[in-house]
């Protein structure tokens, strides 16, 4: 990684050096304010450039058979698992997060390699024989008619574009190109500007699995660019993940171009305690949640909602365990919480915390206090007790180490606290009642629910499906949906005569 450099773009198998920004923006390291390098903001020119060439590779590696295909997914998987380290340290440097964190994100990238190379059964269709008889030709009636038969196939779209956040650089966009080219997709890649450089990393390595030049492309840029990307003409599946506002507009847009478009969207996730939960579960399924990756997790548990009188035991506890994490740069591997990922992030946590205590919430823990170092994006792990549903941090999503403490009477009363929500990502709860849980998952509105778990991320066979304002579409990523997505259905009605 050169400093200051511009990042390059990743197209037709090669590195592209940028050519037609007319803007760009620094990449930070969080932990240091150290600069890494440029990335360019505005290149329409390359943005058409990456999608004329996924265009062209797309007649070939369509007709490329799918256990073909799929060889390059196996082989890329084995290039990943070698660089699991050397991409983690870029992670950590460009992103803030810990190591073990990065380290984990990937592992959750190569389970979706791996459920990609299911590819082949995951496209299967299906036939029904005879599903009618004609008698138009038959001589006699004794012949019984002319048999049809029918059959479904799925088969690939086109060039599907995908659009990424900046907090799993590397492992949400293996949400989307690993399935869309096992399908017999091409895919153009923009990854968000903050950190570009481990992702970057993790498509150029396509060329050394075989895959051909133009099936993954990579092109960097700002708004500008997704929506050159997201209303190309010949771009067939739009695929987001990123904040709810972007969001809407990116559905609306690409919708409206006559794309087929999923975004994965914001959250603000709810953690429910019963008096009857498990305190040490409870209180480590909690801190993990509200504080792993900085608070920067669409899945984060930031809002908990203590029942009866739960609180009592549960809040003291999590605020001595919280107040032990110790705050620094993310390769110190004694750290359990890196910097947010820059000062705009930062400022927008602190300014969180000032409104919590206008509004009338008890600071219990004070991030601004923690012992950190004094250059750097850190904010400690910061709690709020007492909060109630109308207060903005209970609201709006901060993706920051922010927590939200609420109390209720009864589960049913916590549980329509939670669905005041306007997201609907995620939501668990922590109690040993089997009654209660039935009723949690049957009430609650979110599509990820967890028992005694403090993070229910889906693993790659099964759909990331958030529910209301975290999610616009109708097929999720990852699980069959996702190759449904990356798939559409042709049917054949056949008769022989
Ligand atoms: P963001 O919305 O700022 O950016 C996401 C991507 O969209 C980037 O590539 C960015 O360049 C692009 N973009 C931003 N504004 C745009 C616009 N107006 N038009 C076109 N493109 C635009 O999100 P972020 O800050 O990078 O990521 C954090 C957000 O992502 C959080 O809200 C988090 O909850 C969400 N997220 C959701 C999931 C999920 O599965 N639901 C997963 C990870 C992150």
């Known amino acids: 990684?050169?400093?200051?450099?511009?990042?390059?773009?990743?197209?037709?198998?090669?590195?592209?050096?940028?050519?037609?920004?007319?803007?760009?923006?620094?990449?930070?390291?969080?932990?240091?304010?150290?600069?890494?390098?440029?990335?360019?903001?505005?290149?329409?020119?390359?943005?058409?450039?990456?999608?004329?060439?996924?265009?062209?590779?797309?007649?070939?590696?369509?007709?490329?058979?799918?256990?073909?295909?799929?060889?390059?997914?196996?082989?890329?998987?084995?290039?990943?698992?070698?660089?699991?380290?050397?991409?983690a340290d870029i992670v950590v440097a460009e992103h803030g997060k810990t190591k073990a964190e990065a380290i984990g994100s990937l592992r959750r990238g190569i389970d979706c390699i791996e459920f990609a190379s299911a590819a082949p059964l995951l496209m299967m269709g299906r036939t029904l024989p005879q599903i009618a008889v004609s008698n138009s030709f038959c001589r006699t009636e004794n012949e019984g008619g002319v048999g049809i038969d029918s059959q479904v196939d799925r088969v690939p779209l086109g060039v599907c574009v995908g659009i990424t956040p900046f907090n799993f650089p590397v492992m949400?966009?293996?949400?989307?190109?690993?399935?869309?080219?096992?399908?017999?997709?091409?895919?153009?890649?923009?990854?968000?500007?903050?950190?570009?450089?481990?992702?970057?990393?993790?498509?150029?390595?396509?060329?050394?699995?075989?895959?051909?030049?133009?099936?993954?492309?990579?092109?960097?840029?700002?708004?500008?660019?997704?929506?050159?990307?997201?209303?190309?003409?010949?771009?067939?599946?739009?695929?987001?993940?990123?904040?709810?506002?972007?969001?809407?507009?990116?559905?609306?847009?690409?919708?409206?171009?006559?794309?087929?478009?999923?975004?994965?969207?914001?959250?603000?996730?709810?953690?429910?305690?019963?008096?009857?939960a498990n305190c040490e579960a409870a209180v480590d399924g909690i801190l993990g949640s509200a504080f792993g990756n900085t608070g920067q997790r669409c899945l984060a548990g930031s809002v908990v909602v203590c029942i009866g009188d739960s609180a009592e035991w549960f809040v003291p506890a999590l605020v001595?365990?919280?107040?032990?994490?110790?705050?620094?740069?993310?390769?110190?591997?004694?750290?359990?919480?890196?910097?947010?990922?820059?000062?705009?992030?930062?400022?927008?946590?602190?300014?969180?915390?000032?409104?919590?205590?206008?509004?009338?919430?008890?600071?219990?823990?004070?991030?601004?206090?923690a012992e950190m170092p004094k250059t750097g994006c850190f904010v400690g792990p910061t709690i709020f007790d007492r909060a109630t549903p109308e207060?903005?941090?209970?609201?709006?999503?901060?993706?920051?180490?922010?927590?939200?403490?609420?109390?209720?009477?009864?589960?049913?009363?916590?549980?329509?606290?939670?669905?005041?929500?306007?997201?609907?990502n995620m939501a668990v709860i922590f109690t040993d009642s089997g009654n209660a849980v039935r009723r949690f998952s049957r009430t609650i509105e979110a599509g990820m629910q967890g028992v005694n778990v403090g993070v229910p991320a889906p693993m790659a066979v099964f759909p990331f499906s958030g529910w209301k304002g975290s999610f616009f579409g109708d097929l999720h990523a990852n699980g069959e949906d996702a190759a449904r997505f990356y798939t559409e259905s042709r049917v054949l009605v056949t008769r022989w005569i």
């Not at 369509?62 to 196996?74: A, E, H, I, K």
């Not at 570009?196 to 990393?201: A, K, L, Q």
């Not at 960097?220 to 993940?241: C, K, M, Q, Y």
């Not at 709810?244 to 429910?272: D, E, F, P």
């Open 391 to 424: 207060m903005s941090i209970v609201r709006e999503e901060i993706f920051g180490p922010v927590l939200s403490i609420m109390r209720a009477k009864t589960l049913d009363d916590a549980i329509a606290m939670a669905n005041k929500s306007e997201y609907g």
């Open 1 to 87: 990684m050169m400093a200051l450099s511009i990042v390059e773009h990743y197209i037709g198998g090669q590195r592209v050096p940028d050519t037609a920004a007319t803007s760009t923006s620094p990449v930070l390291n969080p932990a240091t304010g150290e600069q890494l390098g440029l990335v360019p903001m505005s290149s329409i020119e390359m943005a058409d450039r990456a999608v004329a060439a996924a265009s062209g590779a797309y007649e070939d590696w369509s007709n490329t058979p799918v256990g073909d295909r799929v060889q390059c997914l196996f082989r890329y998987k084995q290039i990943l698992e070698d660089n699991i380290s050397d991409i």
């Open 172 to 276: 949400v966009p293996m949400w989307m190109w690993p399935m869309a080219v096992a399908c017999g997709n091409t895919f153009v890649l923009k990854p968000s500007e903050r950190d570009p450089f481990s992702t970057i990393r993790e498509v150029e390595l396509v060329a050394d699995a075989g895959f051909p030049p133009g099936v993954m492309n990579l092109v960097h840029g700002g708004p500008d660019v997704a929506n050159r990307l997201i209303t190309h003409e010949a771009v067939r599946a739009v695929s987001f993940v990123g904040s709810t506002g972007a969001g809407k507009h990116i559905y609306k847009t690409a919708a409206g171009a006559g794309k087929r478009v999923q975004c994965m969207c914001g959250a603000k996730n709810h953690s429910l305690i019963m008096p009857d």
């Open 320 to 369: 001595e365990k919280s107040g032990e994490i110790k705050v620094g740069p993310g390769n110190d591997a004694s750290v359990g919480m890196g910097p947010l990922v820059s000062i705009e992030a930062r400022d927008r946590v602190l300014s969180y915390i000032d409104k919590g205590v206008t509004d009338g919430a008890e600071l219990v823990l004070d991030g601004r206090k």
